[in-house]
Structures are given as structure tokens and as C-alpha cells.
């Protein structure tokens, strides 16, 4: 079984910065990737940022240039540095995790949410 913990959610004004945290423990064999997705009212669950194992990341065109997605492998923990906050990056930010389980199977686990809401 696998637990992810988010944390690092909450209010700040537009323009300012929040980082979100999320760890990952249980019984996996390797991590093929980590990111956040997002969930405002009425809209459908979107990706926001993921990070793969080798490094490489991606970002919804919304975010690039304000958010960075990183991870402490040691940790197995990710992060998501979002500066130049703004109103529309209101939502639920769900971690998710893709993993080798020990069966040799890729599963995908998600946290439990953090709300970030951008006041105007």
C-alpha cells in the first residue's frame, strides 16, 4: 500500500508564491513519475506539472514560466514551487504518484487534495 501526504496548501494573494509538498511511503519498487493535478469548481481534473524519474518535467501552458515542479529522491518527496499566483490557480491540487508495485505492475496512487486559493 501506498500513502502519499500533501501539504503546503492555502490563501495568498495574487502574486505571491506558495510550495506545495507531497510524500510518498509504502511499498513500492521504484517511482516512474510524480506531479499535480488540479481541480477547480466545475472543471475537470487537469494536469499541472510531472517529473520523471530521469529528471525531465512537463507543465500545463498555464503554468509554465510561474511553476516549478522538483523531487528529493532520497525523500521520495515532490515539490511544486508556484510563483506569480494567480485568481485562475484557484483549486484542489491532488498529488499523484506512478510506481512499480512489487507484482512488476505500474499503478498510479493519488493524495488526498490541498485547496489553493489565489485571492484577487
Known amino acids: 500500500q501506498v500513502q502519499l501526504v500533501e501539504s503546503g496548501g492555502g490563501l495568498v494573494q495574487a502574486g505571491g508564491s506558495l510550495r506545495l509538498s507531497c510524500a510518498a511511503s509504502?511499498?513500492?519498487?521504484?517511482?516512474?513519475?510524480m506531479g499535480w493535478n488540479r481541480q477547480a469548481p466545475g472543471n475537470q481534473r487537469e494536469l499541472v506539472a510531472v517529473?520523471?524519474?530521469?529528471?525531465?518535467?512537463d507543465y500545463a501552458d498555464s503554468v509554465k514560466g510561474r511553476f516549478t515542479i522538483s523531487r528529493d529522491n532520497a525523500k521520495n518527496t515532490a515539490y511544486l514551487q508556484m510563483n506569480s499566483l494567480k485568481p485562475e490557480d484557484t483549486a484542489v491540487y491532488y498529488c499523484?504518484?506512478?510506481?512499480?508495485?512489487?507484482?512488476?505492475?505500474?499503478?498510479?496512487?493519488w493524495g488526498q487534495g490541498t485547496q489553493v486559493t489565489v485571492s484577487s
Open positions: 517529473i520523471r524519474s530521469g529528471g525531465s518535467a
Open positions: 499523484h504518484l506512478r510506481y512499480r508495485d512489487v507484482f512488476g505492475s505500474e499503478v498510479v496512487s
Open positions: 509504502g511499498s513500492f519498487v521504484s517511482i516512474n513519475a
